[in-house]
C-alpha cells in the first residue's frame, strides 16, 4: 500500500537550516507528485510547496519562496524540503503527501523545534 | 492567492446526527477540491477529492457537493469516530491553499 515515511524529529538553532525526508512506497514514485505542508502547535493547515517527481519541478508559496527548496531522489524515491533561516515561528510539524491533486496519503510528520 | 473560508469554525453535534461542514473559495476553482479529516496526533486523511467523490475507503455517510466558489462536506448519522478537525484545500491554483479547518465536537 501507499506509504510514505518522513525522517525523525528535529531540534534546530534559529538561523539554521533544517532538511526533512519522505520516502516513499507502495506506488510509481516518478509519475506522482509530493507536496509539503506544515501545521503549527493546535492550528490549520499551511501549504509549503510541492514538486513533480517526474519532472522535477516546483511550485513555492510565496511566504517560503525565499527560504525553502523541495527536491526528490528518483533512485532512493525519496522526496526532500529544506528550510533556512530558521525562526522560531517555523517551530511546526511538517509533512509530506503523495498525489497529483489532492494529497491522497500522508506522512506520519516531522516536529522541527526552533530554539536557542 | 485565493483564501479559503470554513464554517462554522466548530460545529457540536449529537452522534446520530448530520453535520454540513461550508467551505468558500475567494475565486473560481471549478470542481478541484479536496476534504481532510484530522484526528489529534493523526495525520490528515483524504476524505474527497474532485469536490464530490469519495477516496478508497471512506465511508458513504461522507459526501461531498458544488462547484465554483461554494462547497459542502457532509456527515449523515455521525459516528464517534467521525468527532475531528475537517479542513477543504483548493488544487486549481497555486498556491495550494487550505482553509482554516472546521472542529466537530460531541454535543
Known amino acids: 500500500q501507499m506509504q510514505l515515511l518522513q525522517s525523525g524529529p528535529e531540534v534546530k538553532k534559529p538561523g539554521t537550516s533544517v532538511k526533512v525526508s519522505c520516502k516513499a512506497s507502495g506506488f510509481t514514485f516518478a509519475t506522482s507528485a509530493v507536496q509539503w505542508v506544515r501545521q503549527t502547535r493546535g492550528q490549520g493547515l499551511e501549504w509549503i510547496g510541492w514538486i513533480a517527481v517526474g519532472r522535477g519541478n516546483t511550485n513555492y508559496a510565496q511566504k517560503f519562496q525565499e527560504r525553502v527548496t523541495i527536491t526528490r531522489d528518483m533512485f532512493t524515491t525519496t522526496a526532500y524540503m529544506e528550510l533556512s533561516s530558521l525562526m522560531s515561528d517555523d517551530t511546526a510539524v511538517y509533512y509530506c503527501a503523495a498525489g497529483s491533486d489532492a494529497a491522497v496519503q500522508w506522512g506520519q510528520g516531522t516536529l522541527v523545534t526552533v530554539s536557542s | 492567492e485565493i483564501v479559503m473560508t470554513q464554517s462554522p469554525a466548530t460545529l457540536s453535534v449529537s452522534p446520530g446526527e448530520w453535520a454540513t461542514l461550508s467551505c468558500r473559495a475567494s475565486q473560481n476553482i471549478n470542481s478541484n477540491l479536496a476534504w481532510y479529516q484530522q484526528k489529534p496526533g493523526l495525520s490528515p486523511r483524504l476524505l474527497i477529492y474532485a469536490a464530490t467523490t469519495r477516496a478508497t475507503g471512506i465511508p458513504a455517510r461522507f459526501s461531498g457537493s458544488g462547484s465554483g466558489t461554494e462547497f459542502a462536506l457532509t456527515i449523515s448519522s455521525l459516528q464517534s469516530e467521525d468527532f475531528a478537525v475537517y479542513f477543504c484545500?483548493?488544487?486549481?491554483?497555486?498556491?495550494?491553499?487550505f482553509g482554516q479547518g472546521t472542529k466537530v465536537e460531541i454535543k
Open positions: 484545500q483548493q488544487y486549481n491554483n497555486w498556491p495550494r491553499a
